[in-house]
């Protein structure tokens, strides 16, 4: 059954999508830069579309969350949302906020930001990936607020299933963790030591458990397992991520100048954190294998069974081969970490939001599934995007094995710039790897507007098929 309020996800998951493209357009900017120093320079330097690069990630996959969350608690609660018009007003704060912020980063110095936006009331900028204007930071924050209330009462009011209280306690565990991104303490140890809180207990803790119950919702749709099932999958995941998460922080404090029993703490648990996203792929791989309905969206399927997939060797193995602290020593702050955060962040966080995208649109567009023809399009954007990503990590770890080697190890290592022009080959590859990215994503926007034979969904809850153009899809309205 589908609720009217349902729908306004579908502006969420549309500038989700916007902001991807933007994100991977500024991806390709420093790509290039990496290897034509001086290209689009003095217009946008390396640290300004390095920075509009990495936050547009942030925000996008934050309109992705909050869209699937719009989406999924009222189906989940059997109601509709407690306040459509709320999240409506939520969309717009955030979106405008978020398109300020980078027309900023673009068009003054970034000191001049800051003095503008009252960084000497609160000083909280100049930190890596919290490099928000204290305006900006606030905007999240009550703009996740805002969703959290709105989510939490319709939950509150309705059926509670544990989906929605798994999906409840990662998106809580977001808004909390974010607090500590105003806590910028002068000593350098004790700032590092609480920004991991923000940047680790995100993208290794809350953040998974978000994951977890968007790939559970889509499992059951499109497989019919019993819920029952899946819910034993799903306490078994989330257990296993939060005791490897939190305490696997550790192997961000070797370095930094924290006492060194972190080296013990941070290696062991670290050690466990492949477990749970090989637990989520045995999952995913589980329910497919048991389904007892054969759905039409088939895409949607493949997006989940890929995202447990890529997630395992993006966040799990790439991350173990250089989270113990012996090897931790050479390796931290290369090509190798930057190899393990492309990987894990697509395959955990990337296509588990366009997993929900696939499934949940073609449905607020009145259809139970896009057509065949458009969901082969779907398919290649998959392996374009997916393939060209697994290329990127394996020349990243290529030129971060080269660079350790060059510049860290051996009884006469060579600089920084000059192990640079060693690995330029490497990011010639990247950029090119990038670019086929790029075309896998416009494959993947494209899809939405092929034509073909498609499943509707009728006034009556039935499924009919019929040959329909687009813009007569979108007029339909299901109930």
Known sequence: ?????????????????????GQIIFGLIIGAQYVVGDFLFPEIPFNVARMVHTNLLIVWLLFGFMGAAYYLV??????????????????????????????????????TLAAMTGNDILPTMGREFLEQPLITKVGILLVVVSLLYNVSMTTLMGRKTS??????????????????????????????????????????????LIMA???????????GVDREVIDKWMY??????????????????????????????????????????????????????????????????????????????GAGVWGFMHSLSPINFYTHGSQITAAHGHLAFYGAYVMVVLTIISYAMP????????????????TWAFWLMTVSMVAITLLLTSAGVMQVWLQRMGDTPMSFMATQDELAI???????GGGVFFIGLMVYVISFFIKGDITLISANGENKNAKVSISTVDTIKER
């Open 363 to 378: 449905i607020m567009r009145g259809r139970v599934a896009n057509s065949p023809q458009a969901q082969l399009w779907e």
């Open 1 to 21: 059954m589908q609720y009217q309020s349902q729908f306004v996800a579908k502006p969420y998951f549309i500038a989700a999508v916007g902001l991807f493209i």
């Open 163 to 208: 989906i929605t209280i798994i999906l409840l306690m990662g998106l809580w565990g977001l808004a909390f963790f974010w607090l500590f991104a105003f806590y910028n303490p002068v000593n350098l140890v004790l700032d590092k030591y609480y920004w991991w809180w923000v940047i680790h207990l995100w993208v290794e803790g809350v953040w998974e």
């Open 213 to 223: 119950a968007l790939l559970a919702f889509v499992l059951i749709k499109v497989t």
């Open 236 to 313: 078994i995941i989330i257990a296993l991520a939060l005791i490897s998460g939190i305490l696997g922080t550790g192997h961000h404090y070797y370095w930094i100048g924290t006492p060194g029993y972190w080296q013990w703490i941070g290696s062991i648990f670290s050690a466990l954190e492949p477990i749970p996203f090989f637990v989520m792929t045995l999952f995913a791989f589980s329910m497919v294998n048991r389904r007892r309905r054969d759905h039409p969206n088939k895409i949607a399927t493949l997006w989940a069974l890929g995202t447990t997939v890529t997630a395992f060797l």
């Open 426 to 432: 490497f990011f010639w590859l990247r950029l090119f």
């Open 74 to 111: 009222p189906e989940e609660s059997e109601r509709e949302l407690y306040s459509p018009k709320l999240a409506i007003i939520t969309f717009w704060v955030f979106l405008v906020t978020s398109a300020l912020t980078v027309v900023g980063y673009l068009a003054v110095p970034y000191a």
